[in-house]
């Protein structure tokens, strides 16, 4: 069938843009043909809290992508429909993840029915309905696009059961249908420990866990920070960008004396680079106030290193306690716990044969399958 993925995509950078990439290439495995509707505005600068919204890297091959959604401009929602319509599709698929996009995307998909001299279905794949940060106008914003869908793809319990309370009560239990994220296969394979550390500066026999990804008060890092005083002798990797102030972390730092434990790389990590860190941890750690499901637990299982989450949101549905990792409340005392359970007791080669063993149940065909299920 032809699919259209309403999306971000190349050059929008960001774990978004790139799951949706290889969503699409695994539709073109199956025999779909597959067309990205990307956004040639995103978001308007001023409400970017980093500092690029773009790509430095090459363009990927082999997938046609076309950069024509604007979230705030309703005469190109008007011209993006009629694109949209154009393209004759069997389905189309939105990445929902912010309620701002939904008057675009809830209304791009409205007017394209109108404009189309065929039918065709809509399903979202939806990584949050409502954000772990909220604001006000939130759930009318989602109601006004659940309404444009016809069935939802959720990859974590908790986002399915929040799109429940828009729709009505004696909707098909299949409307809303649940795939796990799957493992993150697009960022090379890892390299010897020993030389990643080389190229990252960092000391070659210290116990290191890794934060990646952006750094926003619901992630975390701040208990992170607080932990490692108690979890003595191991340093903390932070790679990623501070979307925010940066002072209250540095204000942990300097009053618990870690400046030597912990290694900073605070800007956005290009794709090229991601396996150096990844490859450079003992453990991925993961200290969320809130989540639904997380991206950076599907990197470390293709790196094939072991997590530490905490017991928030869809988190424990991918990291199996004691099998891939823990799962541990949201406290710094908490976290430093396992985190010397970890190193004291060596369990690496344990949790390393967990996530391997783990891993085979996250596949991007099972989760292409099942958008196209409905």
Same mark, same amino acid.
């Given at each position: 069938m032809?699919?259209?993925? %309403?999306?971000?995509?190349?050059?929008?950078?960001?774990?978004?843009?790139?799951?949706?990439?290889?969503?699409? /290439?695994e539709?073109?495995?199956?025999?779909h043909?597959?067309?990205?509707?990307?956004?040639?505005?995103?978001?308007?600068?001023?409400?970017?809290?980093?500092?690029?919204?773009?790509?430095?890297?090459?363009?990927?091959?082999?997938?046609? @992508?076309?950069?024509?959604?604007?979230?705030?401009?309703?005469?190109?929602?008007?011209?993006?429909?009629?694109?949209?319509?154009?393209?004759?599709?069997?389905?189309?698929?939105?990445?929902?993840?912010?309620?701002?996009?939904?008057?675009? %995307?809830?209304?791009?998909?409205?007017?394209a029915? &109108?404009?189309?001299?065929?039918?065709?279905?809509?399903?979202?794949?939806?990584?949050?309905i409502?954000?772990?940060?909220?604001?006000?106008?939130?759930?009318? &914003?989602? /109601?006004?696009?659940?309404?444009?869908?016809?069935?939802?793809?959720?990859?974590?319990?908790?986002?399915?059961?929040?799109?429940?309370?828009? &729709?009505?009560?004696?909707?098909?239990?299949?409307?809303?249908?649940?795939?796990?994220?799957?493992?993150?296969?697009?960022?090379?394979?890892? @390299?010897?420990?020993?030389?990643?550390?080389?190229?990252?500066?960092?000391?070659?026999?210290?116990?290191?866990?890794?934060?990646?990804?952006?750094?926003?008060?619901?992630?975390?890092?701040?208990?992170?920070?607080?932990?490692?005083?108690?979890?003595?002798?191991?340093?903390?990797? @932070?790679?990623?960008?501070?979307?925010?102030?940066?002072?209250? !972390?540095?204000?942990?730092?300097?009053?618990?004396?870690?400046?030597? /434990?912990?290694?900073?790389?605070?800007?956005?990590?290009?794709?090229?680079?991601?396996?150096?860190?990844?490859?450079?941890?003992?453990?991925v750690?993961?200290?969320?106030?809130?989540?639904?499901?997380?991206?950076?637990?599907?990197?470390? !299982?293709?790196?094939?290193?072991?997590?530490?989450?905490?017991?928030?949101?869809?988190?424990?549905?991918?990291?199996?306690?004691?099998?891939?990792?823990?799962?541990?409340?949201?406290?710094?005392?908490?976290?430093?716990?396992?985190i010397?359970?970890?190193?004291?007791?060596?369990?690496?080669?344990?949790?390393?044969?967990?996530?391997?063993?783990e891993?085979?149940?996250?596949?991007? /065909?099972?989760?292409?399958?099942?958008?196209?299920?409905?």
């Amino acid at each position: 069938m032809k699919i259209v993925l %309403l999306t971000p995509a190349y050059p929008l950078r960001g774990g978004i843009a790139a799951s949706s990439e290889r969503l699409a /290439r695994e539709f073109q495995a199956m025999g779909h043909e597959v067309v990205l509707y990307s956004f040639s505005l995103q978001y308007p600068s001023f409400l970017f809290p980093g500092k690029s919204q773009y790509s430095d890297d090459p363009p990927p091959a082999g997938l046609r @992508i076309e950069a024509r959604l604007n979230s705030i401009h309703p005469l190109n929602w008007l011209w993006s429909a009629r694109a949209l319509a154009r393209e004759r599709p069997e389905r189309v698929v939105v990445r929902f993840w912010l309620p701002f996009m939904a008057p675009c %995307l809830g209304s791009v998909v409205r007017l394209a029915r &109108l404009f189309a001299k065929h039918s065709f279905r809509v399903t979202a794949l939806v990584d949050n309905i409502v954000p772990h940060e909220k604001r006000p106008g939130d759930r009318l &914003l989602a /109601r006004y696009f659940v309404r444009s869908c016809d069935d939802f793809v959720v990859m974590s319990h908790a986002v399915g059961e929040e799109i429940r309370t828009f &729709l009505p009560r004696d909707a098909d239990p299949q409307q809303v249908r649940f795939s796990p994220h799957p493992v993150y296969d697009i960022y090379g394979a890892s @390299i010897p420990k020993a030389e990643a550390r080389r190229q990252l500066g960092l000391p070659l026999e210290a116990q290191i866990v890794l934060f990646f990804g952006l750094i926003r008060p619901y992630k975390g890092l701040d208990l992170l920070l607080e932990a490692l005083p108690e979890a003595p002798g191991v340093h903390a990797l @932070i790679a990623g960008e501070c979307y925010g102030d940066w002072q209250p !972390y540095q204000t942990l730092i300097d009053q618990h004396h870690l400046q030597g /434990r912990v290694h900073l790389h605070t800007y956005f990590i290009p794709n090229e680079r991601v396996s150096l860190y990844f490859s450079a941890a003992d453990m991925v750690i993961q200290p969320y106030r809130s989540a639904t499901q997380s991206g950076i637990s599907q990197i470390a !299982y293709h790196f094939e290193k072991p997590m530490l989450v905490t017991d928030v949101g869809g988190l424990p549905e991918i990291v199996r306690h004691g099998i891939a990792g823990y799962v541990v409340r949201p406290e710094a005392t908490a976290i430093a716990e396992a985190i010397r359970d970890f190193f004291e007791y060596d369990r690496a080669h344990t949790f390393i044969e967990g996530v391997r063993a783990e891993k085979a149940r996250f596949s991007w /065909r099972q989760l292409a399958e099942t958008l196209l299920h409905g």
